[in-house]
């Protein structure tokens, strides 16, 4: 069956970095876009933070992280990361690494179970 497990969450202060990673298992990851998604404490719904192509040739970001995120994969290792640069305390969430049927929505996605970010002093 389809694993995605995140791992990388963490306390962060403003203005560090971390990077998410994601594991994926259970399907042909190259045959898949990816994506990340995010819950933030008291939002009823969870964002598109980023996503990514099969061959990692397209990449697609919410407007509130261009320029500070960066996603990427590895088909070798069936991996997806998220690398977070210059964090803000708007980026505290929970964040979730996505299996995308279709690279344009979440609709039918499989989700993995989500790692903690807070960005805080």
């Known amino acids: 069956q389809v694993q995605l497990v995140e791992s990388g969450g963490g306390l962060v202060q403003p203005g560090g970095s971390l990077t998410l990673s994601c594991a994926a298992s259970?399907?042909?990851?190259?045959?898949?876009?990816m994506a990340w998604y995010r819950q933030a404490p008291a939002a009823k719904e969870c964002e598109l933070v980023a996503?990514?192509?099969?061959?990692?040739?397209?990449?697609q970001y919410a407007d509130s992280v261009k320029g500070r995120f960066t996603i990427s994969r590895d088909n070798g290792k069936n991996m997806v990361y998220l690398q977070m640069n210059s964090l803000k305390p708007e980026d505290t969430a929970v964040y979730y690494c996505?299996?995308?049927?279709?690279?344009?929505?979440?609709?039918?996605?499989?989700w993995g179970q989500g790692t903690q970010v807070t960005v805080s002093t």
């Open positions: 996505l299996k995308l049927v279709n690279f344009f929505s979440e609709r039918g996605a499989d």
């Open positions: 259970g399907f042909t990851f190259s045959n898949y876009s």
């Open positions: 996503r990514i192509s099969r061959t990692g040739g397209a990449t």
